[in-house]
């Protein structure tokens, strides 16, 4: 393989390690019969019962044909049912069933071990950098789209 010029690039190791982190997550979902597009709306219609579709995109920057896409996969696996809101007909509320209820803290758990491993990368780096030193760059850099 030829070597990379770019490969001590910051947009290189992020990409890498986004891809990583990532395929190590879905290993996690696997087993509870979700990926890494849809853990996320379950986390986030436990915390917020009756946010609508638009809410999502917004809250995740992703394409609302996305957002779209994996809400009816997990309306139709029975994790999550929609409601017409009552001020507005266009509107759906989303929230959790029964069953996507009972898989949260299995998701919860899944997620929560990739942060303690992810954590453990920082600590191990040298100049020990903290998580939320390193929460802060990543923030910052989402905001370059500003």
């Keep these: ?5 770019n490969d001590q ?6 990409h ?11 290993r996690r979902l696997k087993p509870l019969g979700v ?3 849809q853990y ?9 019962p009756g946010v609508t579709q638009d809410q999502l995109t917004r809250a995740d920057s992703r394409h609302q044909s996305n957002v779209n896409r994996e809400i009816s996969r997990l309306v139709d696996m029975g994790l999550v049912v929609k409601h ?8 759906y509320e989303l929230t959790l069933t029964k069953a996507g209820e009972e898989l949260y803290p299995k998701v ?17 780096a040298d100049g020990r950098m903290a998580q939320g030193d390193f929460l802060s760059v990543l923030h910052r850099i989402s905001q370059l789209d500003s």
């Design 35 to 37: 990926n890494s597009s």
């Design 84 to 91: 017409q809101a009552a001020e507005d007909g266009r509107r």
């Design 108 to 124: 919860k758990a899944a997620l929560d071990a990739q942060e303690r491993a992810l954590s453990e990368c920082l600590s191990a």
């Design 16 to 26: 890498t390690a986004s891809n990583i982190a990532i395929r190590v997550l879905e």
């Design 9 to 14: 690039t910051i947009m290189k190791q992020l």
């Design 40 to 48: 996320f709306f379950i986390l986030k219609l436990h915390d917020d």
């Design 1 to 5: 393989m030829i070597p990379d010029k």
